[in-house]
C-alpha cells in the first residue's frame, strides 16, 4: 500500500533466509526493487540499520515482533484459545519466538531510539498481548517520552492486537489517533488528551460579534504566527511559551525596559481554536498541535474558556488567574 497509494520507498529487514527468499520474489514480481530494499540482518544487528546503510533519517519504523518468549509460552497459548498453536500463527519459529518475548524485542528499538531520536520520525511495533503493551508504556514514561500514541486492532471475533507508536519530535498526533484503544485500560496507558471542547456558550443572537471578539483576543497574544480562517472559524497559532499568562506578560515588560533586543523565538506550543456554532449555543474548542508541555496545554484550555465566558457575561466572567 505504501507504494501503490503513495510516493514512499522502504527498507524491509530480516534475519530469516527464506524469508527474505520469499520477500524479494515478492518484491521483483511487482516491479518494486527500485522502491524497496530487502536487507539481510544479524541477530546481534541494529534493528533501524540507517547507520549500517549510510542513511541520514526516515520517516518511521514498522515491526511485528516475536510475540513469545519459548516455544512452551506458545504451546501453551494455543491451549488458552482450544486451537492448535499454529492455525493462526504459520510462522516459522524465529518469526514467533524471541528471548525475553515481544517486551524485550520492542524495548531493543526503544533504547536505539534512544540515540538515534529524532532521525527518526515515529517508531512504531505491534503487541500480541495487551499486558505488553501496558509495560512498555510505562518504559516511554521512564524515559520521559511523552509523545506517544496507542491503538488496537480487533481481527474478527476473537482475536485482538495492540500497537504503539513514539517521538521525539513536537508535533502531537490526532487524538482519536493517539487514544485509538476503546477497550476499557487504565488512564495510565494513555497519552496526554490533545483535543478539547473548552466551553459551550448559550448564545443566539450575535454570534458574529462573539467570534470577531474572541478572535481579537487571541490576537493580541504574543504569537510567533497566527492565522484565522473566517470560513471555518478556526485559528491556528504558535507561540514561544505561555504567552496569555501573567507571568510571560511580566516577563516580557522587564525585557522591554531594558531595552529592545534582536531574538529568534522557537515554538515550544502550537495550537488551533475552533468555534462551532449551534442551533442554540456557541462551542469553543482547542487542539495541541505542537509541544511537549502538557500542563501548558491545560493551561491555555483555562484561558480560553475564561476569555469566551468574559466576552459573553463580563460581570459574570471568572477572574483570569493563569499562571
Known amino acids: 500500500m505504501g507504494c501503490t497509494e503513495r510516493d514512499w520507498e522502504f527498507i524491509a529487514t530480516d534475519i530469516d533466509s527464506k524469508s527474505l527468499e520469499y520477500a524479494r520474489k515478492n518484491v521483483s514480481h511487482n516491479d518494486l526493487d527500485h522502491r524497496i530494499n530487502v536487507v539481510k540482518r544479524k541477530p546481534t544487528d541494529a534493528l533501524i540499520p540507517i547507520d549500517d546503510m549510510n542513511i541520514t533519517s526516515i520517516a518511521f519504523t514498522m515491526t511485528n515482533p516475536p510475540f ?17 498453536p499454529f492455525t ?28 538515534l531520536r529524532e532521525r527518526v520520525q515515529w517508531y512504531t511495533a505491534m503487541f500480541g498481548f495487551l499486558t505488553s503493551l501496558i509495560e ?7 524515559h520521559q517520552i511523552d509523545n506517544y500514541a496507542v491503538t488496537e486492532f480487533i481481527q474478527g471475533s476473537k482475536t485482538r492486537r495492540w500497537a504503539v507508536a513514539w517521538s521525539f519530535g513536537s508535533m502531537r498526533p490526532r487524538q482519536e489517533i493517539a487514544r485509538g484503544i476503546k477497550t476499557a485500560v487504565s488512564k495510565n496507558v494513555l497519552p496526554e488528551i490533545t483535543e478539547e471542547k473548552v466551553v459551550e456558550i448559550p448564545l443566539r443572537e450575535n454570534v458574529g460579534g462573539f467570534v470577531d471578539r474572541f478572535r481579537a483576543e487571541v490576537e493580541k497574544l504574543d504569537l510567533i504566527t497566527w492565522k484565522w480562517d473566517s470560513e471555518r472559524l478556526e485559528g491556528t497559532g504558535r507561540a514561544a511559551g505561555r504567552v496569555w499568562a501573567r507571568a510571560w506578560r511580566r516577563k516580557r515588560q522587564r525585557e522591554q525596559a531594558n531595552g529592545p533586543k534582536v531574538e529568534e523565538k522557537e515554538c515550544a506550543f502550537a495550537f488551533k481554536v475552533f468555534i462551532r456554532v449551534g442551533k442554540d449555543d456557541v462551542l469553543v474548542g482547542c487542539r495541541w498541535l505542537e509541544g511537549h508541555d502538557a500542563v501548558a496545554f491545560e493551561s ?9 465566558r468574559a466576552i459573553f457575561s463580563p460581570q459574570n466572567a471568572e477572574t483570569q488567574t493563569t499562571t
Open 88 to 115: 493462526a500463527c504459520t510462522g516459522a519459529k524465529v518469526e514467533m519466538v524471541t528471548d525475553g518475548g515481544e517486551v524485550a524485542f520492542v524495548d531493543r528499538i526503544l533504547q536505539e531510539s534512544l540515540v
Open 68 to 84: 513469545y518468549k519459548s516455544e512452551q509460552e506458545l504451546l501453551d497459548s494455543a491451549k488458552e484459545k482450544s486451537r492448535p
Open 136 to 142: 512498555f508504556v510505562e518504559k516511554l514514561r521512564q
Open 300 to 308: 491555555f484550555r483555562g484561558y480560553l474558556k475564561n476569555t469566551a
